[in-house]
């Protein structure tokens, strides 16, 4: 089979998809390859620790599996977890994707990269720019 059994079921049962109202984080970004684009949003606790998280995607399959597995893995982890979050760990918690599927599993990491960034801008929060480097922003959703 093409996609594994956690792919097909994060896929047809996405988990947290919709929309924070007052999110401490938004990311947009858009997969430079596909054209495909990603929202996350994220709420965020006074100790650093990710409360809830939503998204929403007008990508494929994958990339709505790979952003749904992505969202439960950083849930009530802090931001700094949630900043190493890979799309291979990703892609390894949903037993693999076929090779030509892998660049859908960036739109992930790089929505939540890019909404811990927002909270960082936010909150007036120092870090170093070279962290958030490579996240292609989306210039299709502006606000
Ligand atoms: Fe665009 Fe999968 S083909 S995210």
């Known amino acids: 089979m093409l996609y594994s059994e ?3 079921d994060h896929f047809k049962n996405p988990r947290n998809v919709g929309k924070i109202d007052n999110a ?3 990311g947009e970004v858009g997969n430079a ?3 495909d684009i990603m929202r996350m949003y994220l709420k965020i606790d006074d100790n650093g620790v990710i409360t809830d998280v939503k998204f929403n995607t007008f990508g494929c399959g994958s990339a709505i599996a790979t952003s749904s597995m992505a969202t439960e893995m950083i849930k009530g982890k802090t931001v700094d977890q ?3 979050l890979s799309n ?3 892609v390894e918690a949903l037993d693999g ?3 030509h599927k892998i660049h859908c599993s960036v739109l992930a990491e790089e929505a939540v990269k890019a909404a811990v960034k927002d909270y960082y801008d936010k909150k007036g929060i120092a870090y170093d720019p070279e962290m958030f480097a490579g996240i292609n922003s989306c210039e299709h959703c502006e606000d």
């Open 6 to 8: 956690k792919v097909m």
């Open 24 to 26: 401490d984080g938004i």
């Open 33 to 35: 390859k596909c054209g």
């Open 82 to 84: 949630a900043l190493e």
């Open 88 to 90: 291979k760990a990703v």
């Open 97 to 99: 994707l076929p090779a």
